[in-house]
């Protein structure tokens, strides 16, 4: 049966998973903090679990097929966030089974949406497993599974395809994708030590240096202080943060290849990569003199500190804040939520539709201008030199009206529920850009604890889908796809 042959693959990854909370576990043991207890019955239950479906389907093991690759990535992320909040539920006070599955959907989708406040006062081992599951979910653990378990019969094209964002699935890397994924992942490490040691450099502590490069390098935006980055209002910290946010931004594939060919030409060369940096400098330029102009600060200079920090930071979709920009102009802080609907590059960690989507729309739109004057031209889309082939705009476009449909359909459903406009449609655009911070009841110097259980689903849902990219967890929802 297909479902068995899925489920003997989640149950390695489950237990993959409970090996993953030693992480925390360590931190724990070494701190005595009161979270100990928390992390050992997670792992123990995690495993077990894991263990159970490995056994009770191993006669099912075999090669998986394309449909399959959609069922399992299906199940990784509704599953995983389940044992996630296994620690959260035991180990903070007062938190609702709810809240905790919101906020491990927000850690392992690498969003930053927090239920939570009084992050200081939280142990340190929670804190780090909250970080640590962006870490993890930055690439996704799809992709390591892919990377480390080559061995165990799975086949992996299929899987790296349906985990990896962007509409450019296809373009190998290496001739094995298990090569491909373990050279993104040491990528990801080498970028992961360098953002450590420059936090550490800038001032941070050991232990606050590892959390937010964790956040950082997965572009996601949990902090171990409720202040975010203003609990330090360092321009050094924020000038590190900044590097890496832009870094991570850009595709790590295209890191790879540089690496391969020693040489950085490859990553100015690229269309989308320079179009990222375009927009994240025009952006800069635009807001930091807007809030000056309007007041909000009475030098230019802390105006462009500040707007270089959250520009960056809301477009690359991390959702880190030093300073309230709910409380900036209305414009300045709707135009940062826009870019983090489309500003990071394909192949990155950051959430929205991707800048490669973004560009091939515009090309389609140029194309369709041009026909209109010159009906018989040809004239097909090109993107870096190459034509696109029209399956791929024909994913594109089908892609776009169904995040248009999500967008709209979830924001009318926290209205249903009784939430006002504002906080409704950037709480959406948020979770399902895997931003975080939105406006209104779920600002930047907020959370989502105010939040309904009914509401926290909705976007528990809107984390999920935007993050596995749609068409991957939609097609799950057509009967077509069960049928034989």
Same mark, same amino acid.
Do not use: K
């Given at each position: 049966m297909p479902l068995l042959a899925v489920v003997a693959l989640v149950g390695r990854l489950v237990v993959l998973f409970a090996l993953m909370m030693g992480v925390p576990l360590a931190f724990a043991l070494h701190g005595?903090?009161? %979270?100990? =207890?928390? @992390?050992?019955?997670?792992?123990? *239950?995690?495993?077990? #679990?894991?263990?159970?479906?490995?056994? %009770?389907?191993?006669?099912?093991?075999?090669?998986?097929? $394309?449909?399959?690759?959609?069922?399992?990535?299906?199940m990784v992320w509704l599953l995983m966030p389940t044992f996630a909040a296994i620690p959260l539920v035991l180990g903070v006070p007062g938190i609702s089974v709810t809240d905790a599955y919101f906020e491990a959907m927000s850690g392992f989708s690498a969003?930053?949406?927090?239920?939570?406040?009084?992050?200081?006062?939280? $142990?340190?081992?929670?804190?780090?497993?909250?970080?640590?599951?962006?870490?993890?979910?930055?690439?996704?653990? *799809?992709?390591?599974?892919? &990377?480390?378990? $080559?061995?165990?019969?799975?086949?992996g094209a299929q899987l790296f395809k349906t985990e990896m964002t962007g509409p450019m699935k296809d373009a190998r890397l290496t001739p094995r994708i298990a090569e491909t994924a373990r050279g993104l992942w040491a990528v990801y490490?080498?970028?992961?030590? &360098?953002?450590?040691?420059?936090?550490?450099? #800038?001032?941070?502590?050991?232990? =606050? !240096?590892?959390?937010?490069?964790?956040?950082?390098?997965?572009?996601?935006?949990?902090?171990?202080?409720? %202040?975010?980055?203003?609990?330090?209002?360092?321009?050094?910290?924020?000038?590190? %943060?900044?590097?890496?946010?832009?870094l991570a931004g850009v595709s790590f594939a295209l890191y790879f290849v540089a690496w391969q060919r020693r040489s950085l030409r490859v990553i100015w060369r690229n269309a989308e990569a320079r179009a990222f940096v375009a927009?994240?400098?025009? &952006?800069?330029?635009?807001?930091?003199?807007?809030?000056w102009a309007r007041g909000s600060y009475d030098s230019y200079w802390t105006a462009l500190r500040h707007?270089? @920090?959250?520009?960056?930071?809301?477009?690359?979709t991390t959702g880190y804040a030093s300073q309230d920009y709910a409380q900036w102009p209305m414009f300045a802080a709707l135009l940062m939520l826009l870019l983090g609907c489309f500003a990071t590059c394909g192949g990155s960690t950051g959430g929205g539709i991707k800048m490669m989507r973004m560009l091939l729309l515009l090309r389609q739109a140029q194309r369709e201008l041009i026909r209109i004057v010159h009906p018989n031209a040809v004239n097909p889309v090109v993107l870096g030199g190459q034509i696109v082939d029209a399956r791929t705009m024909a994913n594109v476009i089908a892609f776009m009206m169904l995040y248009g449909a999500t967008l709209v359909t979830l924001t009318m459903l926290l209205l249903f529920s009784g939430l006002d406009v504002v906080t409704a449609f950037t709480?959406?655009?948020?979770?399902?850009?895997?931003?975080?911070?939105?406006?209104?009841?779920?600002? $930047? !110097?907020?959370?989502?604890?105010?939040?309904?259980?009914f509401q926290t689903w909705v976007l528990s849902f809107g984390m999920m889908v935007g993050r596995v990219e749609l068409l991957a967890v939609l097609v799950l929802l057509r009967p077509q796809f069960w049928r034989r």
């Open positions: 005595h903090d009161p %979270a100990e =207890d928390a @992390f050992i019955a997670g792992i123990t *239950v995690t495993a077990v #679990a894991g263990v159970a479906m490995s056994l %009770a389907t191993r006669r099912f093991r075999r090669e998986l097929r $394309p449909r399959d690759g959609f069922l399992l990535v299906g969003t930053g949406a927090t239920v939570l406040s009084g992050l200081d006062a939280l $142990p340190l081992s929670i804190n780090v497993w909250r970080c640590f599951l962006q870490l993890v979910g930055g690439l996704g653990i *799809v992709v390591l599974a892919v &990377a480390i378990l $080559p061995l165990l019969w799975v086949g490490a080498i970028g992961c030590a &360098a953002c450590l040691l420059a936090y550490r450099w #800038a001032g941070m502590g050991w232990a =606050d !240096a590892f959390m937010h490069m964790c956040t950082t390098m997965s572009l996601a935006g949990f902090s171990s202080h409720d %202040a975010s980055f203003g609990y330090w209002d360092s321009p050094r910290i924020e000038a590190v %943060a900044v590097i890496f946010m832009l927009v994240m400098l025009a &952006a800069t330029m635009l807001v930091s003199g807007y809030i707007s270089v @920090f959250h520009v960056v930071s809301v477009g690359t709480a959406v655009i948020a979770c399902v850009n895997n931003i975080g911070p939105g406006l209104g009841g779920v600002g $930047p !110097a907020s959370s989502y604890g105010g939040l309904s259980d």
